[in-house]
């Protein structure tokens, strides 16, 4: 081998390790729970997330430009620490979509979550005013029915309202971004 080839290979491999590293550590994906163990305000997935609950976002494609945006309606029952999630959702284009999550706290700000287009199971935590959880989501056979890995935060401000932001991987690479906020209902 050549000294040509070597140092390509060197640089190749190189920029290989800085992009997993700069993904691990300082992306999106490279947060944990313990970045937000002393933030304020704290984030009790019984009392912010519960009752009827009001969302809109947006979801941006691979290259960054929104593809679709929706508002949706939230229903939040809590029985201790189980809690049913059901999600209705009406997209732009006029297609709705219904998820109900069903959700089991643990006592150590963890919990773990199922829905019927979840294989497995989603686990998080929670932590200061953030929660954050991994899952694997079965797109419907509308939008190719390919099984995405997701990465969902979720962020308590100050007023109460819950800012979501989500991406979505297949094969490793970013093929979805959602952003939305979540607030409580108006009762008139």
Known sequence: MNDAVFFFLLGAAVVVFLKVLRRRVAD????????????????????????????????????????????????????????????????????????????????????????DDVPGKASGSIAGPAVLFNYKIKLPAASGGHTLKAFDCMYLTKSGIIVNRSQFRKFGFRVAELVATIRKKETA
Not at 31 to 36: S, T
Not at 71 to 89: P, R
């Open 28 to 115: 999106f994906s490279g947060q944990k729970a313990d970045d937000y163990a002393d933030d304020f305000p704290r984030f009790d997935m019984r009392e912010h997330l519960n009752g009827k609950m009001l969302c809109d976002g947006v979801i941006f494609g691979p290259l960054g430009r929104v593809t679709s945006t929706f508002e949706a309606d939230f229903d939040i029952v809590w029985e201790g620490n189980s809690g049913t999630i059901k999600e209705h959702f009406h997209y732009n284009d006029g297609s709705t979509q219904h998820r109900e999550w069903r959700l089991e706290l643990d006592d150590d700000d963890g919990f773990v979550a199922h829905a």
